[in-house]
């Protein structure tokens, strides 16, 4: 049979990279929405394999690769400041290394592009009601800690009452109560740990006496944000590379 077993994986390479790429995304979204967890083994199995196959391929060369894995580096860089989590740079590294060729766009970009749609529209959603519903909410909020912080906070989340904000899962304090007047403001949340230690504080002060539970604080929620990466992974595979293309070259050159 020879080498015949390569030839074979070649023709079937593409089906099968989609197939992992797919199964593991839709695996993490699972754990995303249920957990907000996602082990970092979870990317393993599928990144290994779309190694061997584009290796036998001979999909990478180095131009497409480097464009289809910057995605994940300038996610990687979101993470260190808070705004993004790490297992969505590892999602969009998977992506680069399944699908390093391409026309006009990398797959990974367009991934993160799409995914970053509904972050945006919640954004624009907290600006609104927040400008036109909780104006003096957010006039009386004194940052002892980060007061330009503030300038930005009607963007990330929207007011929540304390009694609330203690009955929920992933929802984060944005301004963290240092007494009944005063705030730490910040425009990101930390770990599990961290912020475990912040909803003990924030206890603390509601027993005694310092806040009331109907006080209110501004809060953003942890967005299961692997599940929009499957869907703009979804969206980048059914994109028209071509007619991108070809929209792009006439607006180049006229």
């Known amino acids: 049979m020879g080498l015949e077993w390569v030839s074979v994986l070649r023709g079937s390479g593409e089906y099968v990279l989609l197939a992992t790429t ?24 599928a990144s290994v394999i779309a190694i061997v196959l584009n290796l036998l391929s001979g999909n990478y060369d180095f131009m497409h690769t480097l464009f289809s894995l910057v995605p994940a580096g300038l996610v990687l860089i979101m993470a260190f400041l808070g705004l993004m989590g790490g297992a969505d740079s590892l999602a969009l590294l998977m992506i680069g290394i399944s699908f390093p060729k391409f026309i006009a766009f990398p797959i990974s970009l367009l991934t993160l592009i799409y995914s970053l749609i509904p972050p945006i529209l919640l954004m624009l959603y907290y600006l609104v009601s ?7 909410v957010f006039r009386k909020i004194n940052c002892a800690e980060g007061r330009y912080a503030k300038y930005v906070l009607p963007l990330l989340g929207k007011p929540l009452t304390i009694n609330s904000y203690l009955a929920r899962k992933f929802v984060y304090p944005l301004t963290i109560p240092l007494s ?7 425009t990101y949340f930390g770990d599990d740990e961290e912020e ?33 990466i499957l869907i703009g992974f979804i969206a980048a595979i059914l994109t028209p590379q071509k007619y991108l293309a070809s929209l792009i070259y006439s607006l180049i050159t006229h």
């Open 22 to 45: 797919l199964v593991t995304l839709i695996y993490a979204s699972i754990l995303d929405v249920k957990s907000r967890d996602i082990p970092e083994v979870t990317w393993l199995p």
């Open 180 to 186: 009944n007047s005063e705030y730490v403001c910040r």
């Open 130 to 136: 927040n400008l036109i519903l909780h104006r003096d």
């Open 196 to 228: 475990e230690k912040v909803k003990r504080g924030i206890e603390e002060l509601v027993r005694a006496g310092v806040l009331r539970p109907n006080d209110k604080i501004i809060v953003t929620p942890a967005l299961p944000h692997i599940l929009f």
